[in-house]
């Protein structure tokens, strides 16, 4: 059901959030933001839910914020920004698909960088026009696109707003996979399921170490160890275990 022009679903695992403003081109509005931000803390909070799945309806991921409220914004000083909703993506514990079913402006590009894996419809494009708005980047990319691309190539974007297309993307390491625009949906809830299938807590710790780990080798090293070492013990590794010893598939659905 869309609420606030955010539609929000649950099925098997997975928590779909779709940007549901088809009319403005799925343009973020500050009541989306709060909506977004509301769902991905309940998907932390819901043990029941393993992945979150975010896209877009219509023939638009989004075309990043809502010009209206930049502008209503600077005329009465108003200082609250998106940054409750770039903290929840963030910060997400749970793996987090992006589902991109066509051009993603500003905004849209920029917090595809905080998803676990992207999926993108061949008729996705990805710009990033902040220097043309007389604004700067935001959602770290100044930090995270050079690291993703390069230097030049994440300038050429950041600086000069130039778009890339979704093969171009796939080829930079942006995205994961390219797919018919007919199907995007399927592909992405297949690689939720995927996703929800394995161990929940496993998942998670391996996505916290893949963001936020120790960034010298040897400390990371330990780390991990040290993580290794406590999952030997775990329930859900002796799950796997006896399912291999068994020769029979591993059943992670009872653990959170």
Known sequence: MSQDNVAVTREDGTLEIRFDRP???????RAMYARVVAALED??????????????????????????????RAAGNDQRDGSPFLTALSSLAKPLIGAVNGPAI???TTMLA??????????ARFVMPFTSLGLVPEAASSLLFPRLFGHQRA????????PIDAETARDWGFVNEVVEDGALMDTARALAGRLAALPPQSVRLTKALIKNGKTDVPGRIAEELG????????????EAFAAFMEKRRPDFSAFR
């Open 155 to 162: 300038s050429a974007m950041l600086l000069l707003g130039e």
């Open 23 to 29: 009319e403005k081109r799925n343009a973020l509005s």
């Open 106 to 108: 500003g905004v849209g």
């Open 227 to 238: 993580l290794f070492r406590e999952r030997l013990r775990s329930p859900e590794a002796a």
């Open 43 to 72: 998907a932390d909070r819901d043990p029941a839910v393993r992945v979150v799945l975010l896209t877009g309806t219509g023939n638009y991921f989004t075309s990043g914020n809502d010009i209206g409220d930049f502008q209503q």
């Open 114 to 123: 905080h998803c676990d894996l992207v999926v993108a419809a061949r008729s």
